[in-house]
């Protein structure tokens, strides 16, 4: 069974772009949550979705916004990039719900230069 | 988000020997708690889980200890092997954030 898809890899941006990542999980889960990990720090929770809704987010911007499709997939869109934005993000998948075990992807590596 | 700083603190311990990794948490209502393991360029990998109606889990060569008391979580390693050499995260929620709080996260490194 496949795991917790995230693409592309590595994403390159110039300041004031927008960046869109996706993330497809674990054929079942429903819901799909963001996290932000910026160099050696720990991972910062961004934004959870199920079935198709916004449940809860973390302390960051508007401008960190995302969306879940109907097939449960997701995309996490990133508008007017700032330097600090450079980071890895991870997409995890669970069964509805948070406490269920969250599987993480691979990530994506976002660099804004 | 909360910033840690650049430096994580980083336990090293004799390959064969068992590992201890310590976690506090500030939220005295969570009642799920997990632990994650991160190796270099990868998504953190789940390891082990217990919720708060318990104190001790038993895994695979890991046991999670769990003293709400104290807002405390412990990861314990047996036998500790070079695969082990990772970053390790420990994780809580509650019914009421519904969101993960993760921890800064200690560097376990296995000394041949």
């Known amino acids: 069974e496949a795991g917790v898809t995230q693409s592309p890899t590595h994403l390159i941006k110039t300041r004031g772009q927008q960046a869109t990542l996706r993330c497809s999980p674990i054929?079942?889960?429903?819901?799909v949550y963001w996290y932000q990990q910026a160099l050696g720090l720990g991972l910062q929770f961004l934004l959870w979705?199920?079935?198709?809704?916004?449940?809860n987010r973390g302390n960051f911007p508007p401008r960190f916004s995302g969306r879940q499709f109907p097939n449960y997939s997701s995309e996490l869109n990133v508008n007017a990039l700032e330097l600090e934005d450079s980071a890895l993000y991870l997409c995890?998948?669970?069964?509805?719900?948070?406490?269920?075990?969250?599987?993480f992807g691979a990530g994506t590596r976002l660099s804004v230069l | 988000g909360e910033s840690v700083g650049l430096h994580l603190p980083t336990l090293s311990v004799q390959e064969g020997d068992n590992s201890i990794i310590n976690c506090a948490y500030s939220?005295?209502?969570?009642?799920?708690f997990i632990w994650y393991k991160q190796e270099s360029g990868k998504g953190p990998q789940f390891i082990i889980d217990?919720?708060?109606?318990?104190d001790k889990r038993q895994g695979q060569r890991v046991t999670v200890l769990l003293n709400k008391t104290v807002k405390h979580l412990s990861l314990q390693i047996a036998a500790t092997q070079p695969g082990d050499s990772a970053v390790y995260f420990c994780?809580?929620?509650?019914?009421?954030?519904?969101?993960?709080?993760f921890g800064t996260g200690t560097r376990l490194k296995v000394l041949a």
């Open positions: 995890a998948s669970s069964l509805r719900g948070p406490k269920n075990i969250q599987y």
């Open positions: 054929s079942g889960h429903t819901s």
């Open positions: 979705y199920d079935e198709g809704e916004e449940r």
């Open positions: 939220n005295s209502a969570s009642d799920y």
């Open positions: 217990i919720r708060s109606n318990m």
């Open positions: 994780a809580d929620t509650s019914s009421g954030t519904y969101k993960y709080i």
